[in-house]
């Protein structure tokens, strides 16, 4: 059974770092893709990783979000800086498109 597992959120404050970790297990589809949930807001996704490490990002986290993978950990990685109030979010793995059951995600939470 394919299990998402994401790590890492908490509480910062405007301007802060956070790393949020992700481990699949049981797939053979590997994780490509973190998304965000905002409250009252639709599953959005924040950036995405491929193939040879090609990466894109959505508009309102360039330069500040990076993704990556280390496929011997079989873990993708999401490092946020300078984090604004509006990141505010429940942060969540998957595919890209999204194909895996998803996971209970991970709290970040962006306030002074």
């Known amino acids: 059974q394919v299990q998402l597992v994401e790590s890492g959120g908490g509480l910062v404050q405007p301007g802060g770092s956070l790393r949020l970790s992700c481990v699949a297990s049981?797939?053979?589809?590997?994780?490509e893709g973190w998304y965000r949930q905002a409250p009252g807001n639709q599953r959005e996704l924040v950036a995405r990783?491929?193939?040879?490490?090609?990466?894109n990002y959505a508009d309102f986290v360039k330069g500040r979000f990076t993704i990556s993978r280390d496929n011997a950990k079989n873990t993708v990685y999401l490092q946020m800086n300078s984090l604004k109030p509006e990141d505010t979010a429940v942060y969540y793995c998957?595919?890209?498109?999204?194909?895996?059951?998803w996971g209970q995600g991970t709290q970040v939470t962006v306030s002074s």
């Open positions: 998957n595919t890209a498109p999204p194909r895996l059951q």
């Open positions: 049981g797939s053979i589809f590997s994780v």
């Open positions: 990783i491929f193939n040879y490490g090609i990466t």
